[in-house]
């Protein structure tokens, strides 16, 4: 169903100027910087800004999150709802990003539980705000938008909205991180009307977290504002930088969309590894490289490749990997296939092109260790606004 969606530069100032609601106090009035936003939607009575939960078990804030507008009458989204979600700003958040165990969601599929506890915890401001909007009001068509972990938050708001008010939902995601494990990202379109996933070629935060998580929709359609490529952690700003997303998101859709990759069959050849760049290409190579070996080998328990949730998170699924490589490597000839894959994994995590590899559970899981490391260095430095 085509439904009336935001333009890009609309859908980028609302997922840019919800960062300001972060040291407001819960329900104080939100006025978007975006003019052009501003005589679009008026957020400044509906409940204003809505807290939520950040943080780990032991060490928790509440901040604000979101808002919530209300199409102003007259204007050409004056049957329409807009939601924004705000992203990573504070340790707190962090620690909301590192918790990548799941959790099972409103469409009985798993999702990263440190994203969906926060979005939890701001449900029940989220509903006081917007059933006298969309009870019995099934023309309103409602907009989320968000930035990193923002995007994250607007995916399962989304997913929530579609289903227990049953309106239609168009989504918007600007650096987005992978939200859930694969039925999560095959499910996730049917809960939704309209979805774009923005991002920039060289920003690394839409490389995380790895598989097994996946983007949403899997194997559907990517925004891609711009073509760079290697890791760029500046490229993830959202506003306030010549390289932000707010700046790249220009045009209309339909010059922008283009198809997302496809995992493919791949093999790693030992004595290339020399070619490896810190990149998304190169990160989606050994990511293909390392199924091509587990589908291949016979050896690839249901608990690796058709993994239901991760109770312990992505390291303790990781440990488990090891030990399911170590046995791959045995069968012939899988040994020099994963020689080559802990290569090309070492020199993208920047240990240099002549380590000694060991067929070792434990060896494998130190070149894991070290992978997933560079990775969430890099996110976090975007994230923090670091270079």
């Known amino acids: 169903m085509i439904i009336d969606t935001l333009p890009p530069k609309i859908a980028a100032a609302l997922a840019a100027d919800v960062y300001d609601t972060l040291d407001m106090p819960a329900g104080a009035v939100f006025t978007p910087k975006d003019k052009a936003l501003s005589k679009l939607f008026d957020f400044s009575s509906h409940g204003g800004a809505i807290h939520g939960r950040s943080g ?36 707190f958040d962090w620690l909301s990003n ?9 469409n009985q599929t798993q999702a990263h539980k440190g994203f969906y506890d926060i979005f939890n915890s701001m449900r029940p401001a989220l509903e006081q705000q917007l059933n006298p909007l969309l009870r019995g009001n099934s023309r309103a068509i409602v907009h989320c938008s968000g930035h990193s972990l923002g995007a994250a938050l607007a995916q399962l ?6 289903k227990f008010y049953g309106n239609r939902v168009a989504l918007y995601t600007f650096g987005s991180p992978r939200v859930g494990l694969k039925s999560f990202a095959i499910q996730a379109p049917g809960s939704i009307d309209a ?19 996946y983007h949403a929709p899997y194997n559907g359609q990517v925004v891609r504002l711009t073509s760079d490529t ?22 209309e859709w339909a010059n922008l969309i283009g198809a997302e990759r496809l995992p493919k069959q791949v093999y790693l050849k030992y004595g290339e590894q020399h070619k490896v760049t810190f990149s998304e ?5 050994i990511e293909d490289a390392l199924m091509t070996i587990l589908r291949r ?12 949730n991760l109770g312990g998170g992505v390291h303790t699924f990781y440990d488990n990997l090891a030990m399911e490589l170590e046995k ?19 020199v993208f995590a920047g240990r240099g092109a002549h380590v000694v590899i060991k067929l070792t559970a434990r060896f494998i899981r130190w070149v894991f260790e070290q992978v997933l490391a560079v990775l969430s260095r890099a996110v976090r430095y975007a994230v923090s606004g670091l270079s």
């Open 195 to 213: 979805s774009y996933r923005c991002i920039h070629g060289d920003d690394p935060v839409p490389l995380a977290p790895v598989w097994p998580y």
């Open 56 to 91: 780990g078990f032991m060490f928790r804030r509440e901040s604000g999150f979101a808002v919530v507008g209300k199409g102003k009458v007259g204007g050409q989204y004056k049957d329409a709802v807009a939601i924004a979600f705000r992203g990573t700003q504070t340790s």
């Open 328 to 346: 791959s490597a045995k069968v012939f000839p899988n040994d020099e296939h994963v020689k080559g894959l802990l290569a090309h994994m070492l």
């Open 98 to 106: 590192s918790n990548t165990r799941t959790v099972a969601i409103e």
């Open 281 to 285: 290409y190169w990160k989606n190579q």
């Open 157 to 162: 708001a989304a997913i929530w909205i579609k």
């Open 230 to 251: 290697g890791i760029r952690i500046s490229s993830h700003a959202m506003r306030e930088a010549s390289h932000c997303y707010q700046n790249s998101a220009r045009g």
């Open 297 to 308: 080998s016979g050896v690839a328990s249901a608990a690796i490749l058709g993994v239901q």
